[in-house]
């Protein structure tokens, strides 16, 4: 999992799994190594962005999902699915997620991963 065209503030994370699904209904082990994999993933990765958050406060991200095919997805759904990347983030950052605060988006381009963006400052 290797991330493309590095550029400040911003964080390209492989789409999740399909384990890591409010609806995934398959027993509770494939789901709970796909979580570890895919956070330690989602840790690795922002540690190689490098990116800059605020000494202390807030980390306010634009969270945009690029899905992999043209299924109907639920914003929901996809956001539960990221928790384990965004702990991952954190872990990276070394902070408790209770301060990352994430706008979300879902974009048409059908590419299979999900871009983060780090925010200058809350949004209105």
């Not at 690795?44 to 899905?67: D, H, N, Q, S, W």
Request: glycine share 4%; charged share 30%.
């Amino acid at each position: 999992m290797t991330q493309s065209k590095k550029s400040p503030g911003r964080l390209t994370l492989p789409w999740m799994p399909k384990e890591l699904s409010p609806n995934y209904s398959g027993h509770w082990a494939p789901r709970a190594a796909a979580k570890k994999k895919y956070r330690f993933a989602a840790k690795v990765l922002t540690r190689e962005a490098k990116l800059e958050i605020p000494p202390y406060g807030m980390i306010y991200l634009e969270v945009e999902f690029f899905p992999p095919d043209n299924r109907k997805r639920d914003m929901d759904n996809m956001v539960a699915a990221f928790k384990a990347g965004q702990d991952g983030m954190a872990d990276a950052w070394t902070v408790d997620d209770y301060y990352i605060k994430c706008i979300y988006k879902v974009s048409d381009q059908k590419l299979g991963m999900v871009k983060v963006r780090l925010l200058s400052e809350a949004p209105e």
